[in-house]
């Protein structure tokens, strides 16, 4: 075996990941059959209710109508969070505001005004 080769399976081996990371292999194994944090729990649950509060609205809403919704539901959420879950959900509300200026172009034939130069 090259090196090359040792390395390419080194650098893929869990051992070496946490050597780079400065981990130890026993507390990463420890982590990856750890269950879900109570937070974590708390998110799934807050995210179906901005799914379902967003999929009411004909998936319109932003985030602030969102948070209104849940609030009237009773959740005590943060704008901050609630953006968050929405982002990482990919959930978007529709926005009205257009997205380029509309400007006016000059007829070329046309000769400049007297006062620009």
């Known amino acids: 075996m090259s090196a ?3 390395d390419a399976n080194n650098a893929l081996s869990v051992r070496g990941m946490c050597k780079v990371l400065k981990v130890s292999a026993s507390g990463y194994y420890d982590w990856q059959c750890r269950a879900p944090s109570a937070r974590a ?3 799934l649950v807050l995210t179906e209710a901005i799914r379902k509060a967003h999929q009411d609205s004909d998936e319109t ?3 602030p109508r969102v948070r209104a919704e849940l609030r009237e539901a ?10 968050r879950l ?3 959900a990919c959930i978007r509300g529709v926005s009205r505001r257009r ?3 509309v400007t006016t172009e000059r ?5 400049h005004a007297p006062d620009v130069g």
Do not use: E, I, P, W
């Not at 009773?74 to 953006?83: F, L, N, P, Y």
């Not at 007829?107 to 000769?111: A, I, M, S, Y």
């Open 107 to 111: 007829d070329r034939r046309q000769r």
């Open 74 to 83: 009773g959740h005590q959420v943060s704008r901050k969070r609630v953006a």
């Open 86 to 88: 929405m982002r990482k």
């Open 41 to 43: 729990l708390a998110d």
């Open 61 to 63: 809403y932003g985030m």
């Open 99 to 101: 997205g380029f200026t």
């Open 4 to 6: 090359n080769q040792a």
